[in-house]
């Protein structure tokens, strides 16, 4: 396995909190191979809270005390620029990113601008949800398929590159992962 598959298994492992080994990475072929073995290590069909949504609430707490804002004023779709003081922003980021209590967190352009998929609340929210879903998942609870397809797809956009892909497609012969 290359240096991108390396990276990629190391974000996987990262996000659900578990250990892959590499005998087992090494078996790991397709996406859905991936989907496949963090759901038998993590997976239930029993019902569960969203990792989003989790996120957009603890998103929203932190706002309200870091920007002293009310909870009515902080929604998926409400802007940053809307209630994320521009005067020292970077530094405001940090304290809401310290906050939020998220290993993970969407950076600012460098010219301290927010980028369009975080400009609003909910941006990081998918952010957080993608990046570290496991901070927002109950010690009782399972994943589930779809929630792990959607971690697993915003991993191999952010680790690979990779966009457009099916499920059954090889890493290595069909979306030339090394």
Same mark, same amino acid.
């Given at each position: 396995?290359?240096?991108? %598959?390396?990276?990629?298994?190391?974000?996987?492992?990262?996000?659900?909190?578990?250990?892959? =080994?590499?005998?087992?990475?090494?078996?790991? #072929? @397709?996406?859905? &191979?991936?989907?496949?073995?963090?759901?038998? $290590?993590? %997976? /239930?069909?029993? %019902?569960? %809270?969203?990792?989003?949504? $989790?996120?957009?609430? $603890?998103?929203?707490?932190? /706002?309200?005390?870091?920007?002293?804002?009310?909870?009515?004023?902080? #929604?998926?779709?409400?802007?940053? &620029?809307?209630?994320?003081?521009? *005067?020292?922003?970077?530094?405001?980021?940090?304290?809401?990113?310290?906050? @939020?209590? @998220?290993?993970?967190? =969407?950076? !600012?352009?460098?010219?301290?601008?927010?980028?369009?998929?975080?400009?609003?609340?909910?941006?990081?929210?998918?952010? !957080?949800?993608?990046?570290?879903?496991?901070?927002?998942?109950?010690? @009782?609870?399972?994943? /589930? *398929?779809?929630?792990?397809?959607?971690?697993?797809? #915003?991993?191999?956009?952010?680790?690979?590159?990779?966009?457009?892909? #099916?499920?059954?497609?090889?890493?290595? $012969?069909?979306?030339?992962? &090394?």
């Amino acid at each position: 396995m290359g240096l991108d %598959g390396v990276e990629f298994i190391m974000a996987v492992e990262e996000a659900f909190q578990i250990a892959i =080994p590499d005998e087992d990475a090494e078996r790991m #072929r @397709t996406p859905g &191979d991936v989907v496949t073995y963090v759901f038998d $290590r993590v %997976g /239930s069909d029993q %019902g569960h %809270g969203c990792a989003e949504q $989790r996120a957009f609430y $603890r998103l929203r707490r932190a /706002s309200m005390k870091v920007f002293d804002q009310p909870r009515n004023a902080i #929604r998926p779709a409400t802007r940053w &620029d809307d209630i994320l003081p521009k *005067r020292q922003r970077r530094h405001n980021w940090r304290l809401l990113h310290q906050a @939020t209590g @998220t290993p993970h967190w =969407p950076r !600012l352009t460098v010219l301290g601008k927010l980028p369009d998929p975080i400009a609003t609340v909910g941006g990081p929210a998918q952010y !957080l949800a993608a990046y570290g879903p496991a901070v927002f998942q109950r010690p @009782t609870e399972g994943w /589930s *398929r779809h929630t792990i397809e959607a971690a697993i797809t #915003r991993i191999m956009r952010e680790q690979l590159g990779i966009v457009e892909f #099916r499920w059954d497609q090889e890493f290595v $012969r069909d979306l030339g992962v &090394d």
